[in-house]
């Protein structure tokens, strides 16, 4: 029958591996985290570039919209100017001659516009030539992103299995009563349940230690838990 000091030491190796295998464990579970924060950059530039295509898709419609009105303005100036040489009086030219002003004057502001919805266009190309550019360069990341982390999660499923093996090997030789109480500790306490014992402190939650539950646990003759949070507990002679 295996003595408390031989229960402890088996622990401790079970510990050891049990340690890694949570930790790799959380590695692999944040690896489709990473991803998925690349992934929603790669959304956010694409959603950039509908942005600026629609915005400059707004800025095309407007100065065709433009250029059209413009057309129809110089036709009317062109039809009333055809006028002037028809009316008789004076009155009439001079009516006619003032909305052919009007007109050309309203032509002038709307040639403006134009100018300024070209240039508009102009830039709002180019934040869309710019826009396209980013959103390639992300999807190539993306891609040798999603590479490495695919190759990170092969790597871990290699080693978690080795450590799986490793602690199969490991837990025949634990007492059934011990080997219960360690993975209930180390379910309940997220991969450490086992801790030496740091001055009169457990080295799990670093709460103080009853002197009692200090010498019981160094004199090895039963598992010692912590009150506090319920690791086990054991003396560290090379802290001693």
Known sequence: MATTMDQLERLKQLQQVDGELFRLRE??????????????????????????????????????????ELQTREGRARQLKGQLFQVKTNKEYTALQHEIDSLQADNSLLEEDIIKLLDAIEQAGKAVQAERQQVAKDEERLRAEQRRIEQDVAELAQRIAKLEHDRAALTPDVPQEALALYERVLEMREGLALVPILGESCGGCHRRLPPQVINEASLKAKLVTCETCNRILYADESRA
């Open 27 to 68: 590695e692999q579970r944040r690896k489709p985290a990473e991803l998925q924060a690349l992934q929603a950059q790669v959304a956010a530039a694409q959603a950039r570039v509908k942005a600026a295509e629609e915005r400059l898709k707004t800025l095309q419609v407007s100065q065709k919209e433009r250029d059209m």
